[in-house]
């Protein structure tokens, strides 16, 4: 799921194993949206072209993309799903800014 | 034919394949020397945004190199250096300062040139060559050059000419024009809605569509300091322009193997291979858009597309390094005009069919579905990213052998169509 009150937005994924993870929804290599990737085994492939990413640390494993994404910290609370926004500094492809 | 890893490997061309076979190689453990060669002064760069996010300056050169600085491939690159013959025995190639740079295998990555308009035929006038896209330099150029208040032509009907005029509109063009063969472009590869979406989204920014008809020439001369263009269009209609951009397909970059022993199309004169992309030549190897292999020479894939070029250079790094055969997945290709991100995948060049599964050409939201013989064969979405994926993803072929589905085998011979 993407969400875009937050900039950049953030992408939340539950997986088949039930867990819950966030990232920065937008992939390093251009401006596609991951929420609309395709996941398994824990990691994200991004819509556009192969490269994924690791739902739990972020780091990307071949190209076309060359920067990881931030992920972010998730807590269950009941129904709610809660979101720590990672305080570094987001990797956005070229061409898009904040 | 796997080869040592301590074998030399040579790889022509610092292009996309040329970068990706070095990097498949060293991913499956080979420890010896890999020595690129490329023509261009400029370390490897990946093109698809030459004709999109380079021309609006969204992006630049650094931004498209395919090694990364961070992370470095341990190769030999040679730049600024043509290749302009291939030797059997011993085997190599000879570079144009004269040197021989001799290996164990050979892998041809030397993509292809873009086509340009002849001069028209007449008595008056000079020619001076338009815009093409296919370097980094031919972008350079375009870029550079000053489009306001400039009515523009742009030759072609492909993605290339499509992607290439969207990017004009914002420069301050007083006027963008599209000659292309077809009325709605691409409607004969992709279907009369896809054309239509095209068609509808560049009409609302601006953009014009001269009457269908094959560009036959260009003609050109100066008043004072300025250039006046004219296309002249099958027909004899004349489009006046001051700056024409011109895409109409690519040839692969062969000439200098004409002497070689190296087969070659007749047709486009691209390097026959068979599907582990190895040639009749022991030890020669050719991927991307020089190539022709076997699944192309008998229409079951299309040629000139990025994927295609990826997945051929991780076939051939396997092929060599006798590490578990990779198989090409199905075609798949993308393209950015304006808002638009249409993306296709399969056998759609070989579809006989199509059906309209969501949505609607003037919502820019298509999702079509291809057809051949009754079985579905290939999809196609625009701003439909997560359908396109999940489609690409359920007919992935994993990297077991034993699982290896053959492809049904129809179609005619495409050729590159950027
Ligand atoms: C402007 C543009 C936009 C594109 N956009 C898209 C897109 O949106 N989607 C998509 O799917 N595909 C796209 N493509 C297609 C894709 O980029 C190509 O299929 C891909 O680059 C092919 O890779 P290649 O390695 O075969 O050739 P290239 O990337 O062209 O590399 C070949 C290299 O070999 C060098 N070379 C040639 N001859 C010699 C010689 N004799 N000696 C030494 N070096 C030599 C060339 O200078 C070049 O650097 C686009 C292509 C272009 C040109
Ligand atoms: S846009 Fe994500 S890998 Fe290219």
């Known amino acids: ?98 | 034919m796997p080869i040592t890893p301590d074998c030399r490997i040579l790889i022509v061309g610092a292009g996309l394949a040329g970068y990706h076979t070095a990097r498949g190689l060293r991913a499956h453990g080979h420890t010896g020397s890999i020595t690129v060669i490329g023509e261009e002064s400029r370390p490897a760069y990946d093109r698809p945004a030459l004709s999109k996010a380079y021309l609006t300056g969204a992006v630049s050169e650094e931004d498209l190199h395919l090694d990364d600085p961070e992370n470095p491939l341990d190769v030999t690159w040679v730049s600024g250096r043509g290749v302009v013959g291939l030797s059997q025995s011993p085997l190599g190639v000879e570079t144009n300062d004269g040197g021989f740079h001799e290996a164990d295998a050979v892998v041809i990555t030397t993509g292809a040139s873009a086509c340009t308009l002849p001069p028209a035929e007449s008595d008056s006038g000079s020619y001076v060559r338009p815009y093409v896209l296919r370097s980094m330099e031919d972008a350079l150029a375009l870029r550079d050059a000053n489009l306001y208040g400039a009515d523009v032509v742009v030759v072609g009907g492909g993605f290339l000419a499509l992607e290439a005029a969207a990017t004009c509109i914002g420069r301050g063009a007083e006027s963008v024009t599209v000659a292309a063969g077809e009325e709605l472009p691409g409607a004969k590869r992709l279907g009369r809605p896809v054309g239509q979406a095209i068609r509808i989204a560049h009409e609302a920014r601006g953009i014009q569509f001269a009457p269908p008809g094959r560009a036959m020439g260009l003609r050109s001369s100066y008043s004072g300091e300025t250039v006046r263009h004219e296309v002249v269009l099958e027909g004899g209609q004349q489009l006046e322009a001051h700056v024409v951009i011109c895409a109409i397909g690519a040839k692969p970059r062969t000439e200098w193997l004409r002497d070689s022993g190296v087969p070659l199309t007749a047709d486009t004169s691209a390097i026959l291979c068979d599907d582990t992309g190895a040639t009749s030549v022991p030890g020669v190897y050719a991927a991307g858009d020089c190539a022709q292999w076997a699944s192309h020479s008998s229409g079951l894939r299309p040629v000139g597309h990025w994927q295609e070029a990826v997945e051929e250079a991780g076939v051939i790094a396997a092929t060599l390094t006798g590490a578990n055969p990779v198989s090409l997945q199905e075609p798949y290709f993308w393209s950015d005009q304006f808002d638009l991100r249409i993306q296709g995948a399969g056998r759609i060049h070989s579809a006989d069919q199509h059906e309209v599964l969501e949505g609607t050409p003037e919502e820019g939201n298509l999702l079509v579905r291809y057809l051949r013989d009754g079985q579905e064969t290939g999809i196609l979405g625009i701003n439909r990213l997560r359908d396109v994926k999940c489609w690409r993803k359920r007919r992935q072929i994993r990297s077991t052998p034993a699982q290896q589905t053959s492809a049904p085998s129809t179609g005619q011979i495409p050729t590159l169509s950027r």
């Open chain 1, 1 to 98: 799921m993407r969400i875009d009150s937050v900039n950049p937005p953030i992408a939340v994924f539950l997986t088949d194993e039930g867990d819950v993870h966030a990232i920065d929804d937008t992939c390093t290599h251009q401006d596609a949206s991951l929420a609309a990737g395709w996941v398994e085994d824990c990691r994200v492939e991004c819509p556009l072209h192969e490269s994924t990413f690791s739902l739990l640390t972020g780091e990307v494993d071949q190209p076309p993309a060359k920067r990881g994404v931030r992920v972010h910290e998730v807590e269950l609370e009941g129904d709610d799903v809660l979101v720590e926004l990672s305080d570094k500094a987001p990797q956005l492809p070229p061409g898009v800014t904040l």
